[in-house]
């Protein structure tokens, strides 16, 4: 009988019989079910087992293989990153990734790294979500109508047309004025200088207290604030670094430059093997009135060394003739820049329109001119 027919036998029958009816039903779709139970029952068992396999395999095989490394991120580059750990080391730790929008300065880190040839590679690390030290690019170019600029030259000579240019630069694209530079460095030279990394050190737990240590920093910035009544305070390091040297072209900390002169280019067909080279590099940080941090950037600016001649010697390169070169600076001031101050396309200038008024008498007094002569 099939299950239609049934169900229409129910209506028309007795309840003893429909009761009957159903407890025969009842008991064959039991068995049914016991069979299914039981299958559905073996499923489940292989698939915890599958998975409770996997899962003591997982907890078998180690999650890193390098050295595990906990501190403060101290400075984040496109391809690096340098922790300030609790024992007071600084360890510089090459990355395949850039951090650099991901990682703040002073926060707390977690990483584990492996050596090779005396380099450090990052394996992995750990960092907080949400570091909250920077702001999006419109909060500032809102919030910011007045900065001053705080030079802070390494070991390196002629940076006053570098100052300069970043100066004019965010005067025209982000429309800040910019104080004078000079009453920045005259507020830094008269106030205490940073608090050292042992001075940092919690006597209770022989701990970092990276917090401490860059407070001074911090507190410097809103003094230059308050006393130059700026919203902002861009504070500028150049340094001097070594930058790696292959095929006659040099690469370090997001910057990539020639270190041939043109002439020597021509005249050598051999490439080399590669080394070294000095080379500037800036270091910005943008502090607001509070002492917090609302950008930063480190990048390369350029080579202080080029190659001459067939032999391919160093001289040494002024930055002086960077400056020279308008175009280059231009590139470079918004590659660097533009993450804060976008380049404003300057329009066209168009050549002024004379009316048929004025045009007509000028070309009848030129052409008498002409017979005349």
């Known amino acids: 009988m099939a299950w239609g027919e049934r169900r229409a036998y129910h209506t028309a029958t007795p309840r003893t019989a429909r009761m009957k009816i159903i407890n025969c039903a009842s008991s064959s779709d039991l068995q049914a079910w016991r069979v299914l139970s039981v299958n559905l029952y073996f499923v489940i068992c292989v698939i915890c087992a599958i998975c409770g396999s996997g899962s003591i395999v997982a907890a078998q095989k180690p999650q890193h293989t390098g050295t595990k490394l906990e501190g403060f991120a101290t400075i984040v580059t496109p391809d ?52 909250g030290t920077f702001v999006p690019r419109t909060q500032l170019l809102e919030n910011i109508k007045r900065i001053i600029i705080l030079p802070r030259p390494e070991d390196v000579e002629n940076t006053q047309g ?58 410097l910035m809103m003094a230059i604030a308050e006393e130059t009544r700026s919203d902002a305070v861009l504070e ?51 502090w607001s009135q509070t002492g917090t ?25 002024p930055l002086t003739e960077v400056y020279d070169d308008s175009g280059t600076m231009q590139r470079w001031l918004e590659e660097t820049l533009g993450e804060i101050a976008p380049p404003v396309k300057q329009p066209p200038v168009e050549t002024p329109r004379i009316s048929p008024e004025i045009q007509q008498p000028r070309e009848k007094a030129k052409q008498t001119g002409e017979e005349q002569k």
């Open 236 to 286: 500028v390091r150049i340094i001097k670094v070594k930058a790696k040297v292959r095929s006659g072209v040099a690469t370090w900390d997001d910057m990539t430059e020639p270190v041939r002169s043109r002439k020597a280019r021509a005249l050598t067909a051999w490439e080399g093997l590669g080394g070294w080279v000095y080379a500037a590099t800036t270091n910005m940080n943008l």
């Open 162 to 219: 570098l100052i300069s240019a970043i100066s004019m630069y965010l005067t025209d694209n982000a429309g800040w004025f910019v104080a004078p530079p000079e009453l920045a460095a005259e507020i830094a030279s008269r106030t205490k200088s940073p608090t050292s990394s042992l001075d940092a050190i919690d006597p209770n737990t022989g701990k970092v207290d990276m917090q401490k240590y860059l407070e001074p920093q911090r507190a």
């Open 80 to 131: 690096s990153i340098t922790v300030y750990d609790k024992k007071n080391q600084i360890i510089e730790i090459h990355t395949d990734k850039d951090y650099t929008a991901l990682v703040g300065i002073a926060a707390p880190v977690t990483v584990w790294y492996t050596t090779e040839g005396g380099v450090n590679h990052l394996e992995d690390i750990v960092y907080p979500v949400q570091g």
């Open 293 to 317: 941090l609302l950008w930063k950037k480190r990048r390369g600016f350029a080579t202080l060394g080029v190659q001459t001649g067939i032999e391919l010697k160093y001289r040494e390169r």
